[in-house]
């Protein structure tokens, strides 16, 4: 035959406590209890470092293309064209060099641009 006996809450109490020593503890896992992770300062340096590269990229491009301007110039602009402005010269010297014959059947001749302009400058200045 079995007892059957009222608990009392002191009893219910005591066993419970009881149960709980005698538990094995739980097991102990590598994961954080908690969220470890500052996120707004891992959000700060994201955009910092965002607005940094985007500052970065914009300077490297104004220094390329001042750069490739500087070279445009350079190659295009500045060049010195020593075969053209020996041709240029030996031309003027040829058109300033004094009289000469352009075509002697034609009775054509040749004389300094400054001269050709005061002439014709007194041929129209005397009408």
Do not use: H, R
């Not at 955009?47 to 750069?67: G, H, K, N, P, R």
């Amino acid at each position: 035959m079995t007892e059957i006996t009222e608990d009392t809450p002191e009893q219910n109490l005591n066993d419970a406590a009881v149960e709980t020593t005698e538990a094995a503890p739980p097991p102990v896992s590598e994961a954080p209890m908690y969220d470890d992770m500052n996120t707004p300062v891992i959000a700060l340096v994201g955009f910092v470092s965002a607005a940094v590269t985007f500052i970065c990229i914009i300077a490297l491009q104004a220094a390329y293309l001042q750069f490739e301007k500087q070279q445009y110039e350079q190659k295009v602009f500045n060049v010195k064209l020593e075969v053209e402005d020996s041709i240029v010269s030996a031309q003027k010297a040829k058109l300033n060099d004094g009289y000469s014959w352009v075509n002697k059947e034609t009775k054509t001749i040749g004389m300094p641009i400054e001269q050709a302009m005061k002439v014709v400058a007194d041929k129209y200045e005397s009408n």
